[in-house]
């Protein structure tokens, strides 16, 4: 039994202290999203060198606990905003498989028919909002797309979510506090979510912050905030449960701020712990941590085996899908754009 397990085991109580679920339906779909993202980008880092795999990628290996903790709670009608670093909450909010690889593969089976890749995914089926390069645009687009959903009328009584995902670099952008005024007045239910893993590129937060208040900055809008120092998935589903609950019955936006770590290099499939900014040992308390681990060692071995089997045979597929869809057609370079 998992109260067993977990009272019997110091290690997992101790990193996983208090919230897990009763219900062990949620512990084998946690740890199922938590999986499917590790093994997809995985597999990413894997094929990245041959160049089959036409744009730059912004792998969340080491983050996946925030998305899939915060996406865990919201229904199929809420929706969710990520950035260039999106194919975490990608996944964790049900986008499609095998767009996203053939978007990355630049084939016309993308979620953007091949011209976006990495950075722009988007499948509005999940309603997965576009996402983009450029630090700090998702946060109003987010925060437009709830309010557009009001004026339309959109669950009076019952507010379908915005979520909106960011890194701590997006915070420094005037179109974060701006977002965060016109959210908190028109009680926009968005919840905002800050995926802070300590850096921008290259740069800490010691050298970009006067304060590490993060939360005590937003609490000024009047928005609620909940400051959580690691991501333990099943604490961050805990916050965003009640969070959302809240918003949904209409009482406006609230913030997450969510310690985190980046495993891989900024941008591309390797490590940079020989690049100066960061050390190896820096990484190994988030390594011991590992919520894939940590989950998938909750869960009955051969309902384990099962789902990382079928994780495996869905990348599998997903895959087959990019190489075996065509190039898209030149014509198509010009559908979708605002110029002529
Ligand atoms: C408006 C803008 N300024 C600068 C950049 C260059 N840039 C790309 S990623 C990045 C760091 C952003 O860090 P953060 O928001 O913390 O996200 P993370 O990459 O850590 O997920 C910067 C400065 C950009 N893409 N857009």
């Not at 109260?3 to 946690?30: C, H, K, Q, T, Y």
């Amino acid at each position: 039994m998992l109260s067993d397990l977990v009272s019997n085991s110091p290690f997992l109580g101790e990193v996983m202290s208090g919230n897990i679920p009763a219900d062990p339906a949620i512990i084998a779909r946690v740890y199922r999203s938590l999986r499917l993202i590790r093994r997809t980008e995985e597999e990413i880092a894997r094929i990245y060198p041959s160049d089959k795999i036409k744009s730059p990628v912004h792998l969340s290996i080491g983050q996946e606990a925030v998305a899939v903790g915060v996406c865990d709670v919201l229904g199929d009608d809420d929706v969710m905003s990520a950035t260039y670093r999106g194919h975490a909450a990608y996944l964790a909010k049900g986008g499609d498989l095998r767009q996203m690889m053939a978007e990355l593969f630049g084939k016309a089976g993308g979620g953007a028919k091949g011209k976006a890749g990495s950075m722009h995914l988007v499948d509005m089926k999940a309603n997965v909002l576009g996402m983009s390069a450029v630090v700090g645009t998702t946060i109003p687009i987010a925060a437009g797309y709830a309010f557009a959903l009001g004026r339309e009328g959109q669950g009076e009584t019952e507010r379908r979510i915005t979520a909106c995902f960011f890194g701590d670099g997006a915070t420094e952008e005037g179109v974060f506090s701006e977002t965060l005024n016109f959210a908190a007045l028109h009680k926009l239910p968005v919840l905002f979510v800050c995926e802070n893993n300590g850096f921008a590129i290259h740069s800490p937060l010691s050298n970009r912050w006067a304060t590490e208040a993060l939360c005590e900055r937003v609490a000024t809008y009047g928005i609620p905030t909940h400051s959580l120092d690691r991501d333990d998935v099943f604490t961050i589903r805990e916050t965003a449960q009640k969070a959302a609950d809240e918003i949904r019955h209409g009482g406006g936006p609230q913030f997450i701020e969510c310690k985190t770590y980046r495993w891989r290099e900024h941008v591309g499939p390797g490590e940079d712990y020989d690049d100066s900014y960061r050390n190896r040992a820096d990484l190994e308390p988030w390594q011991a941590r590992d919520q894939i681990k940590l989950t998938g060692d909750m869960l009955d071995a051969g309902e384990r085996q099962a789902i990382d089997d079928e994780i495996e045979t869905a990348i599998a597929d997903a895959i087959q899908f990019a190489e075996d869809s065509p190039w898209p057609d030149p014509e198509e370079l010009f559908n979708h754009v605002f110029a002529d």
